[in-house]
Structure formats: structure tokens, C-alpha cells
């Protein structure tokens, strides 16, 4: 199983598990984009970085159903 960004709206964040379908959303910002307006031009690898913890987060807390519980991976 595994997680992928479906819409990178930037301040609207989609994620959705490939299995079975169900969405993440996050809101970019905080400490990933508070100080950062280089993002629109690529000079920033800011929201990279909030993707890769979205994913972390969504896959930490995701219990598919057609997938076994973590651990069982």
C-alpha cells in the first residue's frame, strides 16, 4: 500500500491511499511555509518537505482495509 500526493494545490494538500482510495488533506503552511515564498518559482524545496511528512502521517495512521494493519507489513 502505499500513499500518494493526488493534488498539489500547495495550501490545499490531497493524499490518497492507492488501495483503497480514501483522501488526506493538509493545509501547507506553519513551519513548512510560513517563511518561504520561493515555492511558486521552485527555489524552495519547503513543500517537498511537507509532502514527505503528509505521507509519513497519513501512512502512520492509515488502516486500509484491504491492506493488513502495519505492523502485519
Known sequence: ?????????TLDTVL??????QEFR??????????CNQIA???CDC???F?????ADADW????????SPELR
Open 1 to 9: 500500500m502505499a500513499i500518494v500526493l493526488t493534488d498539489d494545490g
Open 16 to 21: 490518497a491511499c492507492e488501495a483503497c482510495g
Open 26 to 35: 493538509f493545509n501547507f503552511g506553519g513551519e513548512h511555509g510560513e517563511d
Open 41 to 43: 518559482n521552485g527555489d
Open 47 to 49: 513543500y517537498g518537505r
Open 51 to 55: 509532502v514527505d511528512d503528509c505521507i
Open 61 to 68: 495512521e492509515h488502516e486500509c482495509p484491504k491492506h493488513p
